[in-house]
């Protein structure tokens, strides 16, 4: 008798030491989806500043170099964050990112290039030269959201 409830005993302490390690694994994807969406929003937040510099005329010049060298970093990021494939739940990336993973390393990489030539001019000064390389990494980061992203009407903000 004291075998059997030794048994049960055991089984229900194996049972819910597994528990922690099942929630963590099923909350994993939301998990890598919100890092990802994080390294995007700083991209994104940073390609604002420099765009708001430059339309407003702000007296920030210096700063753009710093905005462009945060840019980078994201962008060195972006191959890492969609390693693990969660294309499901509150996320706009498409199956495709991981379907076709070679095209998308390489536009990742492409983002990589046209922001480090973006640091490069940020140190110039010239304005005009900041803007064409702005409008580079803009295009290589639109060049990737329309294969690989969900369109706006389909984003999941919109189900919310």
């Known amino acids: 008798m004291t075998s059997i409830r030794l048994t049960i005993a055991l089984t229900v302490l194996g049972a819910f ?8 694994f099923a909350q994993s994807d939301s998990a890598f989806i919100k890092y990802r969406q994080h390294v995007m929003d700083s991209m994104g937040a940073n390609m604002g500043a420099i765009g708001t510099i430059l339309k407003e005329k702000l007296p920030l010049k210096a700063n753009i170099e ?13 191959a890492s964050a969609f390693k693990h494939k969660a294309a499901e739940g509150m996320t706009d990336a498409k199956a495709k990112i991981w379907e076709d993973s070679m095209d998308f390393a390489k536009k990742a990489k492409d983002a990589e290039k ?3 030539h973006l ?3 940020a140190k110039t000064g010239d304005m005009a030269a900041i803007a064409e390389a702005v ?3 803009g295009k290589t ?5 329309k294969e690989f992203r969900k369109p706006k009407e389909e984003s999941y903000k919109n189900k919310m």
């Open 66 to 78: 710093e905005h462009a060298v945060a840019v980078h970093a994201a962008t060195t990021l972006i």
């Open 114 to 116: 046209a922001s480090a």
């Open 17 to 24: 030491c597994l528990l922690p390690f099942n929630a963590a």
């Open 135 to 137: 409008k580079g990494v």
């Open 141 to 145: 980061c639109g060049g990737c959201h």
């Open 119 to 121: 640091i490069s001019v």
